[in-house]
């Protein structure tokens, strides 16, 4: 199945006006010196021997975001601003719970609106390909509403292809056309939907010739093609693995422990805003189902394991299911298996043994309706 479609229509009437024809990249030049200027400046600390101006800092560019009205020129800023938020966040070492948790709000909240004004012409992009062009693809992402408004995640991914097709035909930079085309393929290589990452590659191909990408992309076509005949996809036998059970004494759990049941494999995080966005969902359908023979295992993706029951002491997402904490080579090899390339990542798994559906129907209202349709209840 394919999500991409090339038209503007499907995106935001803001991602789609034109910023206003001026030169920026003397604004650009400048913002990224601030950026990675403001990166060492961290990394120095208390040996820092100087003070920045107040408009070299987050601070600073609030203030000048609020009084700008040449709209690329505001997108740069707010590009700016979550870069150095980033790199403030990255430096702060281990925080209390409650300024970790204000940390993190406050830089996704940086990052949503950015993506929400950003035009496909924006100078903010040159920023972007200057300090980290792999974030375009977050851009696109986000832009889309992403896992935070009521969409499908095929609906998001379609919002996100026709966001980079703008960027490619309107951004008047080659390197960033060059960066949209090269996202355009990873965002396709997620889902794994190598027949758009053929038609990516063959794209970048007559733009670029020299791309390294093209290399690269084409060996990852040849092991995909291998892999998609055993991939983890509906209709086909769930993968064997084993993963050890959190909280009930070293139990090993895999698709035998669920055998002759309906079951979800669920990889998540307690920092995955779209994943907890799900739980209520996920909570309301396993209060249903459970007692009708729905099981969960989450496997989670969290950097410590006391992160998980944190998370679960709060009463309004105690998880009432299997969980497993698999970490380094265990946990990248489960990951591998999976093909997970971004979560939420769900699979629900049928009493025999095979994939009933990826991703698709296991998202917010949805769930529910999948899986009335295979359990009863008193």
Same mark, same amino acid.
């Given at each position: 199945?394919?999500? &991409?479609?090339?038209?503007?229509?499907?995106?935001?009437?803001?991602?789609?006006?034109?910023?206003?024809?001026?030169?920026?990249?003397?604004?650009?030049?400048?913002?990224?010196?601030?950026?990675?200027?403001?990166?060492?400046?961290?990394?120095?600390?208390?040996? #820092?021997?100087?003070?920045?101006?107040?408009?070299?800092?987050?601070?600073?560019? $609030?203030?000048?975001? #609020?009084?700008?009205?040449?709209?690329?020129?505001?997108?740069?800023?707010?590009?700016?601003?979550?870069?150095?938020?980033?790199?403030?966040?990255?430096?702060?070492?281990?925080?209390?719970?409650?300024?970790?948790?204000?940390?993190? =709000?406050? =830089?996704? !909240?940086?990052?949503?609106?950015?993506?929400?004004?950003?035009?496909?012409?924006?100078?903010?992009?040159?920023?972007?390909?200057?300090?980290?062009?792999?974030?375009?693809?977050?851009?696109?992402?986000?832009?889309?509403?992403?896992?935070?408004?009521?969409? =499908?995640?095929?609906?998001?991914?379609?919002?996100?292809?026709?966001?980079?097709?703008?960027?490619?035909?309107?951004?008047?930079?080659?390197?960033?056309? %060059?960066?949209?085309?090269?996202?355009?393929?990873?965002?396709? $290589? &997620?889902?794994?939907?190598?027949?758009?990452?053929?038609?990516?590659?063959? &794209?970048?191909?007559?733009?670029?010739?020299? !791309?390294?990408?093209?290399?690269?992309?084409?060996?990852?076509?040849?092991?995909?093609?291998?892999?998609?005949?055993?991939?983890?996809?509906?209709?086909?036998?769930?993968?064997?693995?084993?993963?050890?059970?959190?909280?009930?004494?070293?139990?090993?759990?895999?698709?035998?422990?669920?055998?002759?049941?309906?079951?979800?494999?669920?990889?998540?995080? =307690?920092?995955?805003?779209?994943?907890?966005?799900?739980?209520?969902?996920?909570?309301?359908?396993?209060?249903?189902?459970?007692?009708?023979?729905?099981?969960?295992? $989450?496997?989670? !993706?969290?950097?410590?394991?006391?992160?998980?029951?944190?998370? &679960?002491?709060?009463?309004?997402?105690?998880?009432?299911?299997?969980?497993?904490?698999?970490?380094?080579?265990?946990?990248?090899?489960?990951?591998?298996?999976?093909?997970?390339?971004?979560?939420?990542?769900?699979? %629900?798994?049928?009493?025999?043994?095979?994939?009933?559906?990826?991703?698709?129907?296991?998202?917010?209202?949805?769930?529910?309706?999948?899986?009335?349709?295979?359990?009863?209840?008193?």
């Amino acid at each position: 199945m394919s999500y &991409r479609i090339s038209t503007a229509l499907l995106l935001p009437a803001m991602l789609v006006a034109q910023a206003p024809a001026e030169d920026t990249s003397a604004l650009v030049a400048t913002y990224t010196a601030v950026v990675k200027n403001y990166a060492a400046h961290l990394k120095e600390g208390k040996a #820092a021997k100087t003070r920045l101006p107040m408009d070299a800092t987050p601070e600073g560019l $609030s203030v000048l975001i #609020a009084h700008e009205t040449r709209p690329g020129v505001r997108q740069l800023l707010l590009q700016a601003r979550y870069f150095m938020l980033r790199s403030q966040a990255a430096e702060s070492g281990k925080l209390p719970d409650n300024l970790a948790n204000f940390q993190f =709000t406050l =830089t996704t !909240s940086s990052m949503l609106e950015l993506a929400g004004q950003m035009t496909p012409d924006s100078p903010a992009l040159d920023l972007v390909a200057a300090v980290d062009p792999e974030f375009l693809g977050w851009i696109a992402w986000h832009a889309s509403g992403g896992g935070y408004v009521k969409q =499908t995640e095929a609906q998001a991914a379609t919002k996100a292809f026709a966001f980079f097709d703008q960027v490619f035909e309107k951004h008047p930079s080659r390197a960033v056309k %060059l960066l949209a085309l090269e996202s355009s393929i990873e965002l396709s $290589s &997620r889902p794994r939907m190598i027949a758009e990452v053929r038609k990516g590659v063959a &794209r970048l191909q007559a733009f670029e010739p020299a !791309s390294p990408a093209i290399a690269k992309w084409n060996a990852w076509l040849v092991k995909a093609e291998v892999e998609d005949k055993i991939a983890p996809k509906a209709g086909n036998p769930m993968p064997a693995f084993k993963v050890t059970e959190l909280g009930k004494g070293g139990k090993v759990l895999g698709p035998a422990t669920f055998k002759g049941k309906y079951w979800i494999l669920d990889f998540w995080a =307690t920092w995955c805003g779209p994943c907890k966005g799900e739980l209520p969902f996920v909570h309301k359908a396993y209060a249903k189902y459970h007692d009708a023979g729905l099981e969960i295992l $989450s496997v989670s !993706s969290d950097k410590k394991v006391g992160d998980i029951a944190a998370f &679960r002491r709060n009463p309004a997402t105690p998880m009432p299911w299997h969980h497993a904490f698999p970490e380094g080579k265990e946990r990248e090899a489960l990951m591998n298996l999976f093909q997970v390339r971004g979560i939420p990542h769900v699979i %629900l798994v049928g009493p025999d043994g095979k994939i009933i559906t990826v991703n698709d129907g296991l998202r917010g209202e949805d769930l529910d309706r999948t899986l009335g349709k295979l359990l009863k209840t008193k």
